[in-house]
């Protein structure tokens, strides 16, 4: 993953620093986007901590490092570096809070292309592309990302994630492939049923991997695939 580095700001002549505040900056610079707390500063440059407590305060002062804290504790940075994503808490997070507006965005997004392909088998990776399609940069998310969206609407039980079990309807997919469709009033089927993956008979069978159209373990045959489509 690249580091974002903004343009370097305007510095104080290094003659004007001891010893100690230059190794420590420089120690703090090798970071890079992740930074360093006091504790990896005094560990990596061995320098006594009540030392790199003075150094860091006249380091800020002088406005060649700055603090950034998140769940962890506070990272010293050097100011031409923007904390990376890892130190901000990851992907749904912005400086350092988690973006709740951000991901029920995203989850509106996902029903709203699950409610206008419903008719069709939406995988991940159909929802994925969808994604990438979008005129917002934050909302064109990676395979992974669009997966934890899928998962908490699974949690929410909003959607349901449904295996392949080589019917007609899912010819297309893998036995044992996943593929994901609306629950509730917005699937046409009244209230919410309970539960997601797990209400489905294919999902606990142990001959899923024996299961074909034309065989003798078959869903046009199994009595429990056909009471949990009546239900």
């Known amino acids: 993953m ?7 700001a305007p510095r104080s002549s290094s003659s004007g620093m001891t010893e100690n505040e230059k190794k420590i900056l420089g120690f703090i610079r090798s970071k890079q986007g992740m930074g360093a707390t006091k504790y990896e500063i005094t560990a990596g440059t061995s320098i006594q901590q009540a030392l790199v ?6 380091l800020k002062k002088s406005k060649l490092i700055k603090e950034v804290s ?8 050097a100011v031409e570096f923007e904390p990376c994503k890892e130190l901000q808490g990851g992907d749904w997070y912005v400086d350092g809070a988690l973006d709740v507006s951000m991901i029920e965005d995203l989850k509106e997004i996902c029903v709203n292309i699950l409610e206008r392909l419903k008719q ?3 995988t991940l990776e159909v929802i994925c592309s969808c994604f990438q399609k979008a005129s917002r940069d934050e909302y064109k998310l990676s395979r992974d990302q669009t997966k934890v969206i899928l998962d908490n609407l699974v949690l929410d039980n ?10 007609s309807e899912h010819s297309a997919l893998r ?8 629950i509730g009033k ?13 209400s489905i008979p294919c999902g606990a069978c142990p001959h899923i991997g024996l299961c074909t159209p034309d065989g003798a373990i078959s869903p046009t045959t199994c009595v429990y695939y056909q009471k949990w489509l009546d239900f």
């Open 70 to 77: 998140n769940k962890g504790g506070k990272h010293f940075l």
């Open 158 to 167: 909003v959607i349901m994630e449904v295996k392949s079990n080589g019917s």
């Open 2 to 8: 690249s580091t974002r580095r903004r343009p370097a």
């Open 186 to 198: 917005k699937s046409g089927g009244g209230e919410a049923r309970d539960g997601a993956f797990a």
């Open 120 to 122: 069709k088998v939406v």
């Open 175 to 182: 036995i044992g492939e996943v593929w994901y469709k609306l």
């Open 53 to 58: 407590t003075k150094a860091t305060t006249s």
